[in-house]
């Protein structure tokens, strides 16, 4: 079966940097768009950041812009979001999604990752 692999979650206290990864099983992520969301129960799915494996474009929501950096491995075709300078905020379960026509945050994309819970607190 097509499967995204998520790793890399856990609790840091603020300020600190985790770096979720999202690797795919059964299918190459080129020529695609994966998109990093995470949601806080009682609240909507927020799009976090997104990258194009076809041509490198990158979005980045404005409360990550300068702290997430998404990149990916075309060798371990798996996607990365680097968070850093984490804020109690950022408390949320991630989730990393593929959409193999390689529209950019991609509102219904093909397949889901399973989620990480990111937990920031003092």
């Known amino acids: 079966q097509l499967q995204l692999a998520q790793s890399g979650g856990g609790s840091v206290q603020p300020g600190g940097s985790l770096r979720l990864s999202c690797e795919g099983s059964?299918?190459?992520?080129?020529?695609?768009?994966v998109g990093w969301f995470r949601q806080v129960p009682g609240k909507d799915r927020e799009e976090v950041s997104c990258i194009s494996t076809h041509d490198g474009e990158i979005h980045h929501a404005n409360f990550v812009k300068g702290r997430f950096i998404v990149s990916w491995d075309k060798a371990k075709n798996t996607v990365y979001l680097q968070m850093n300078s984490l804020e109690p905020e950022d408390t949320a379960v991630y989730y990393c999604?593929?959409?193999?026509?390689?529209?950019?945050?991609?509102?219904?994309?093909?397949?889901w990752g399973q989620g990480t819970q990111v937990t920031v607190s003092t």
């Open positions: 059964g299918f190459t992520l080129d020529a695609s768009a």
């Open positions: 999604a593929v959409d193999q026509g390689g529209r950019l945050c991609s509102p219904r994309p093909d397949y």
